[in-house]
C-alpha cells in the first residue's frame, strides 16, 4: 500500500505506542518499503539553554537516538527501517522528515483529549491539517 511511512516516535511508556505503530507498519508496507521513525526533542528556549551544559544535550541526543535504534532493531526485523532525532517544533519537524522521506503515509498517536485540544492532540492535529499526504492517527 505504503512505500515510505514515517512514524512520529514517541519515547515515553517504554516506546510503546512507538512499537504498535511500527507493527501496524508492517502490514501497510508495500514490499522493498522503508520506515522512518522521527522523534522530536522539543526546542528548549535561548534563556534556558544557556545554562544546561552542552554535554547534558548531546548525552539526551544520544540517548534519544540509541532508545529510537533499539526499537527500530527489536521491532523493525525485515523492514527497512531508519531512525532520525531532530529538536525543534515536533510538527514542522515530523512534517519535514516526512518531505524529506518522500512518504506516502505518516502515523502518529494521538492522547487522550482534554479541554485544550478536545479531539485529538494538538501535535497531531497540526500535522492532519498541514499534511500533503494521508496521516494515520492512532491512541
Known sequence: M??????????????????????????LLDAGGKVTLVHVIDEVPGYVAASIP??????????????LDSIAAAEGSGMDVTSVVREGQP?????????????????????????SDYFIGSTAARIVRHAPVSVLVTR
Open 2 to 27: 505504503y512505500k515510505s511511512i514515517v512514524i512520529a516516535a514517541a519515547l515515553f511508556n517504554e516506546g510503546a505506542t512507538t512499537r504498535a505503530a511500527l507493527s501496524k507498519a508492517r502490514t
Open 54 to 67: 552542552k554535554e547534558h544535550m548531546h548525552a539526551r541526543r544520544r540517548d534519544v537516538q540509541d532508545q
Open 91 to 115: 510538527s514542522a519537524c515530523i512534517l519535514g522528515a516526512a518531505k524529506e522521506a518522500a512518504a506516502d503515509l505518516i502515523m502518529i498517536a494521538s492522547h487522550k483529549p482534554g479541554l
